[in-house]
């Protein structure tokens, strides 16, 4: 079997999929296409510029690289497209080519389906309709809330699939019995600080359980537009005693510093399609709690189960969340051995490249 794999940028997100997609096809038949440069804020951020795969290659940079990439578009037994190439797709599915689309939601708040008012997108959504009808055609909803906004206008029984991001397992685990005595509940948050990511709601929420005595430490990491807003605003509401923030660092060294910690947060609004840093904590064994509205965390999160979910944008949900963790290690403990379970049963990247290509392989069959 040939597979391409087409996305916009090389990422750490999506490599260890492609990485288990290559070990099952071989070297010869798995093809990893990206139509952009990584831009230079992810590489500030610590994100890793070059890759030593041949089958990685960027057909916008050569000519050479184009055929290739064309060739195979044309060869593979099924293409993987995260991008949205809809007329490649339809010429594609017209030639009886099997194709499964991936995205995140297209209708993100607070714009939502109001995009369609304009008459580029209204034109790339009617394209896209048409695509869909072709039984060639899946789509790959990155998280339930993707699946949920195209279901009613663009219906597609059975050829709908889970689906999302998979990080790669890491090396490390938590250790839950040394910090099982410690009375300093250890939280963390690592991204990009952007106005999205409500890292704010987080500061406001510790900022009640401070003054509720709660003993605690938070860790922020990360850089971007909101930073010095949100160190600002921490200054005033939590102290030095009670956090800490740090310039961001490489992705390969954010699941060694997950593991020093109790509980993760992911405070994002709607606009986070999916939340890969969920997969890293609960990989490595922290108890998270993440909005409601976040891909990752409607789509792996059961609450009180494997982790807690607080409503979206209420600084009450998120701290009774909170709360409720800090004041009980056993809850910690047991999220944490769950939520491992849940990444090694169902979320792993070699779990889903074996689903994805017998996914491929009935499509194909049919």
Known sequence: MKILQVTNIVSHHQLPLAHELCKLVGEDNFLFAATEAIDEDRL????????PE?????????IEEKEKFDKFW???DVVLCGERLISKMQERVDNKKLCFYMSERWWKPPVGMFRLCHPRYLKMFLSFRRLSKSPYFHYLPTGPFAAKDLAWLVPMPGRVWRWGYFTEMPGVMRNASDEANSKTVSILWVGRMLK????????RALARLKNEGKDFKLTLVGEGPERE?????????????????????????VPALMAQHDIYVLPSNAYE??????NEAMSVGCAVIASDKTGAGAAMIEHGVNG??????????LYENLECLMSSRPLIKELSENAKATIIRNWQPDVMAKYFVELTLRSLHK
Not at 196 to 203: P, S
Not at 308 to 317: D, E, I, P
């Open 273 to 278: 399609g999916w939340g890969a840093v969920v």
């Open 308 to 317: 807690l979910l607080f409503k979206s944008g209420s600084k009450n949900s």
């Open 44 to 51: 500030k951020n610590g994100w890793q510029g070059e890759y």
């Open 229 to 253: 807003r949100l160190q600002k605003l921490a200054d005033k509401l939590l102290g030095h005693e009670y956090y800490t923030i740090q310039n961001f660092i490489p992705s390969s060294e």
């Open 74 to 76: 044309n060869e593979a």
């Open 54 to 62: 041949k089958w990685i290659i960027h057909p916008n940079n050569s």
């Open 196 to 203: 999205l990511k409500r890292v704010d709601l987080l500061i």
